[in-house]
């Protein structure tokens, strides 16, 4: 399997930017798909971004279209998810994850996830 560590998680307000990355280390980096789920109090782990192993292709969940871009250095073993226009909604855990399994969105098909790093959007 491969380690993943999230970082750049923080406290930023209504409209505010983020950018969160994810190192990774073990197994090799280009061997996987890479995703970002979330999970907020009280709710299940949800689907966020996800982009294939050579970053050639990228695809969001809808409520982050437009919004949040995903994007990978194999040559850094690192993904990153640049989060522009935040909302309060979008507070919540975050969790970088590896899959060998194409185009999925499940958490059931995750081979590894980080230990997530926290955003918090104020009102």
């Known amino acids: 399997q491969v380690q993943l560590v999230e970082s750049g998680g923080g406290l930023v307000q209504t409209g505010g930017s983020l950018r969160l990355s994810c190192a990774a280390s073990g197994r090799t980096f280009s061997n996987y798909h890479m995703a970002w789920f979330r999970q907020a109090p009280g709710k299940e782990r949800e689907f966020v971004a996800a982009?294939?192993?050579?970053?050639?292709?990228?695809y969001y969940a809808d409520f982050v279209k437009g919004r949040f871009t995903i994007s990978r250095d194999n040559s850094r073993n690192t993904v990153y998810l640049q989060m522009n226009g935040l909302k309060p909604d979008d507070t919540a855990l975050y969790y970088c994850a590896a899959t060998a399994k194409f185009s999925s969105t499940r958490v059931a098909d995750v081979d590894s996830w980080g230990q997530g790093t926290q955003v918090t959007v104020s009102s």
């Open positions: 982009i294939v192993r050579s970053g050639g292709s990228a």
